[in-house]
């Protein structure tokens, strides 16, 4: 057999390999939810059947929505609003340093361990759990929610800003450094503008999420239409329920298409 | 070799000319072990527009940024402009000498003009430039600049919109902005065309000899370093392997000296 005919067979048995071992991970990935959902008595029919009717009278009990409570939501729901806008931009002021301080391309791996280390310490917190810790810190109310927010926000933008920051054009950097840029330049002219994109986009991201997440502070009087939802929840009134979670609805859509503009409007980098 | 470190301190003992670019047996690795410069030995005058040629992981590369001080080295003696210079250059040196990556290293995200004006940070260290500010004056001269390279009319332009053949121009700029006297150009127009590259080039070449600066290109393509270059070296496996005029070395030599080499990396 020529050399060439045997590379081509070892080319063939090399991807054939890698079938097999797509196919035996994909069947293992599978056997194990089986096994997950198995533990969950996810497989016990009885269960399944009986919850579909349980369903069924909790549907029937949460229409037809009960729309005099509008005017009573309303303010809670404004609130809720205000608490994400103000603690998704007061986590971001926070992440951006702290993205600056916990990448290896401006700073020692002395300071980015600590930062990291303390980023991923607030992350580890739930945003109920802030939203419970910062009611003991400063009592009921928005401020509660709002600080638990923004605390939620730089766990996760502080550390994908870090992310952002290192995955910045080497080049670039080295350009700047050969025209005798200093940190401080190479913060403003370099780690900004070439992620402003990433930046913005993430922030958004952010700031969905902290729109949904603001909803439920309220069950730990942190503020906002989570209290409606706990009181209604509690006094089995789900007629009224369901139309605190429409408006919810509402308010969560106008948001997604309210960030799909600005992500049209200013995102132009390619 | 001559001694130019001390002819350059006192003016009234300038007898030797100093050369731009003094190279003594300098040696550089990325991994202990893996030699990629060998004793490179190079002069290159002041005023000189010199090519450095060679073939793919030559250390031609390598060579420029160790030039540009962004290389500590651990062998060898390196003197720019007749300071030596180990690793990274002290400010006064650093406004002397232009740095021109093969990527060009320009922030996509900002405009043109202030692109070139990220020359002028050697100048202005202080935190109004951090913020963006730069005094009326950088401006002027950047839009100047912008002008001689028949660029002003895109000043405002995103760099990410502008055409490879714009963006080497403002990098050409951006260095100009830095008043260097050594321009150290990394096979900066390798993404272009033959002519657009001849067209970049013929700028570097004429705004060079009028403000007298030493330029030093990383080529590959030997048209352009016949039309424009006056001296040319070709670094092979980390050593400088032949130095002569530009328009000495022809196709038969070049393919001579580069043959065995291709010949090797095909087996």
Redo the contacts between chains.
Sequence with gaps: MSAKRVAVRGTWQTLERRRWRELGFSLGLMALLAWLLNGMGFFEAGRLIQGAFNLARFAHEMFPPDVRILPTITGALLETIQMAFAGTILGFLLSFPLGVLGSRTLFPAGVVAVVRFLVAAIRTVPSLLWAVLMVIVVGLGPLAGTLALAFYTVGYLAKLYAELFEAIDPEILEAMRGVGAKRRHLIRFVLWPESANAILSQLLFMLEYNVRASTVLGLVGAGGIGFYMQAYLGTMAYSRLTTVLLAVLLLVIGMDALSAWVRRRYLLHP | MTQPLTVLQSEETLTVPTPAVAVEDLWFAYREGSWILRGVDLQIPMGGFWAIMGPSGAGKTTLM?IL???LPFPRGRVLLLGHPVRGELE?AL??S??????????????TAL?NVL??S??RH?G?Q????FFPRAEIERAMALLEVLDLADRADE?V?RLSGGERQRVAIA??LM?DPQLILADEFVSDLDLPRAAHVLAFVYRLARERGLTVILNLHELQLVQEFAEHVVILKDGRVVFESPALDLTWPLFREIMGDYEREALK
Aim: net charge positive.
């Design positions: 940024r540009a001080g962004l400010p650093r406004r000498v232009g740095y021109i990556p093969q990527q060009l290293g320009l922030v996509r995200g900002l202030e990220l020359g940070l050697a260290r935190w430039t951090a913020l963006g995103k990410f951006r260095t830095q």
